[in-house]
């Protein structure tokens, strides 16, 4: 995935500093290095995650919400979200996070937009800390409750003067804007349908006043234009565009129903779509216009959405999701899964505002995937399109920054098991209250 998509086989790669120092054959070894031996593997760049609500982690396949379209999802989900706690948020943070990084994931960004209980933005980043991924945390926000018009519950909405003011204290604390930054903070207020029109604007206005990247929902299914419609006079993308949400430092999830109009101004402005094709799938609302985006121009990723509304968080999956649904929509060359996994890697990663990762490169970042093709889901694979025509699904191991995340197919900073049976517990206590 470098820029003239070279493939090499038989190559090494050195990595000094949290970067990659050099790439090819027969590479001399420095002395006390450690070698990983991959041989009989794929090696890719670490995959990207553009869109994710990790605390859904805890809320996966609850009954009420698994047949429902999007806004009938969210209101069976919301009663139970906003009985979470920092405790919940921060174990279901760990939890995504390890499972994005045994699917090869290595940068993800988060959109949490709910703060029920205390909860903060740092549950959240400490989480990333202790797995070991490169963060993007975004400051999301609701504020207009039911009593409003709005679809979220009183409970779960915030002042927008409250909602500014904690933007500009965790953009503060915690935002690294440097190359090779672990953590970088956007803002984030939740959809069109959730805040209001000046808080996007102040949003966008105080986001450009700090340096940094701007995240919200769009366009996401029929209901989603029907209220902009019936609400704004005018369709998602260009209401998007009146408050100032569209640039190179903006990128919206989803975009299932933008129509040529709005895809071409996007790909004018550099907007950034987030592209979540499991969730799409899963709540029926539609095939994105994948392939007319790319055509156009407009810079895409993939996400692969909360866990509660895909429910699985495999950004591998994502990509040949994405490969398949383009087919199934535009006919079988559509996309090909060279075309899926530079969507997943550098495609990403540009949208992010991080050209230093996303590629297997001299001089970016050491966040690089390897993929055993000795598997039995790779056995009599003929050419790497089988990594998502196929696939092990699994990555074997993921380096982040130069450090093992996972080894031999096992996330290496935390005691998985015990995590996982926190998370049962506690998913069990909210059943039960």
Known sequence: ??????????????????????????????????????????????????????????????????DAPLFGWLGALYPIWSRLTPDHIFTSAQIGLAELALSGCSLSSDHLYLYPNGTRLEDTIEAAREIGLRFHPTRGAMSIGQSAGGLPPDALVEREADILKDCIRVIDAFHDPAEGSMCRVGVAPCSPFSVSRELMRD??????????????????????????????????????????????????????????????????????????????????????????????????????????????????????????????????????????????????????????????????????????TRTVQMAGSWDIASILLAGPGVVRDLFVEGRGVVRDGQVTGVDLATLAARQRAYAKALMDT
């Open 203 to 372: 949003a966008a206005v105080l986001a450009r006043d700090k340096g940094v990247m701007m995240h919200t929902h769009l366009a996401e299914n029929d209901e989603d234009v029907a209220y902009s419609l019936a609400t704004f006079g005018c369709r998602p993308g260009e209401y998007a565009q009146s408050v100032g949400w569209v640039g190179r430092d903006v990128w919206h999830a989803h975009c299932v129903k933008l129509d040529p109009a709005e895809i071409d101004l996007f790909a004018s402005t550099g907007t950034g779509v987030a592209h979540c094709p499991c969730s799409n799938c899963r709540l029926g609302s539609g095939i994105a216009p994948v392939r007319a985006m790319r055509d156009a121009g407009v810079p895409l990723g993939l996400g692969v959405d909360g866990s509660a509304s895909n429910d699985a968080g495999s950004l591998v999956a994502e990509a040949r999701q994405a490969m398949l649904l383009q087919r199934v929509a535009r006919g079988a060359d559509a996309m090909s899964a060279r075309e899926a996994l530079e969507i997943a890697t550098r495609g990403g990663a540009d949208i992010l505002g991080r050209p230093d990762c996303g590629r297997l490169e001299v001089g970016k970042r050491a966040d690089i995937a390897l993929w055993d």
């Open 1 to 66: 995935m470098d820029d003239a998509r070279r493939e090499i086989a038989d190559a090494d790669i050195l990595i000094e500093a949290g970067r990659i120092a050099a790439l090819g054959p027969d590479l001399p070894v420095p002395e006390g290095a450690e070698v990983v031996d991959a041989t009989g593997c794929l090696v890719t760049p670490g995959l990207v995650n553009t869109h994710h609500h990790l605390f859904q982690t805890l809320t996966r396949a609850v009954p009420a919400g698994q």
